[in-house]
């Protein structure tokens, strides 16, 4: 497999399609990709959208092999949210064999973490696990997040990153991110951010499930008033809501894309 890859434009963090027993619905995964190929240049299942820090092994597992098995040619890149680094290990090495083109990591969960903990947790996972890495920067999970010039130093020390979702919410920092010259594509992970995000190479946010061609217009011409259309779709789909993957399988469910609107929390409580 590979080292590295040219990721760029929209990339999907999907939802996890989950039936009313919490099963993983291999047919609403098939309408989902079918709703979104032609416009995205990645599939990302059990990301944070796909509910992804919360599935078990087996919707984990079922999640990602129904969408490599149904990808046609696009590439996975397999979120695995866990809070150590064994963990990420053991599930990176299952996902590998599931064939997923790459993975995408959180840095190790807690506040207390530090910068040096983070550069060992990436530089471990690699050596572990031949399979590039996607680096998730954001803060809501882990508790910490990694700061710049670790972002740096994981990119030029640790061989096969192939890119960054940057999610910190600060425009700035994604900026001073992208224009760092480290020939890794940084994503923007915030649709409200867009437009003050320049340099990224692309966007991955949950919006790409319901609406992609509206991200790729947004990519292509990232203007006050596009940016003001995006923010309203993204209202009116309760994208900016802290239950944000909830309401996106609403709508979904709404379109007839996936079969039923279930999350996590309400398969599991019965």
């Known amino acids: 497999m590979p080292d590295s890859y040219s990721y760029s434009g929209t990339i999907v963090p999907l939802i996890t399609p989950l039936d009313e027993h919490g099963t993983v619905d291999e047919q609403s995964v098939v309408r989902l990709l079918d709703h979104i190929r032609t416009e995205v240049t990645g599939l990302m299942p059990a990301l944070s959208s796909g509910e992804g820090w919360k599935l078990d092994a087996r919707q984990w597992q079922d999640v990602v092999t129904y969408t490599v098995k149904h990808a046609e040619g696009l590439p996975v890149l397999a979120g695995i949210q866990l809070p150590d680094t064994a963990s990420v290990i053991e ?5 590998a064999e ?19 903990q983070i550069f060992e947790h990436y530089r471990s996972i690699r050596a572990a696990v031949d399979v590039p890495i996607f680096l998730y920067n954001e803060e809501a999970l882990s ?23 940057e999610s910190s919410g600060d425009a700035a920092f994604t900026r001073r991110m992208a224009e760092a010259d480290t020939g890794i594509p940084v994503f923007e992970g915030w649709e409200n951010l867009l437009v003050d995000a320049r340099g990224i190479q692309g966007f991955i946010g949950p919006l790409a499930n319901v609406e992609p061609g509206l991200c790729n217009a947004m990519l ?30 609403k709508e979904l469910h709404h379109r007839g894309i996936i079969g039923s609107p279930t999350t996590h929390e309400e398969a599991t409580a019965e």
């Open 220 to 249: 292509v011409d990232p203007t006050p008033d596009r940016q003001a259309e995006v923010n309203a779709v993204c209202e009116r789909y309760g994208i900016f809501r802290d239950d944000w993957y909830r309401w996106v399988k």
């Open 91 to 95: 599930r990176a090495r299952t996902a």
């Open 143 to 165: 508790g910490n997040r990694i700061e710049f010039e670790t972002l740096i130093r994981i990119c030029r020390e640790i061989p096969g990153i192939a890119g960054i979702k």
């Open 98 to 116: 599931i064939g997923v083109d790459a993975i995408v990591i959180t840095t190790p969960f807690g506040t207390d973490v530090t910068q040096e």
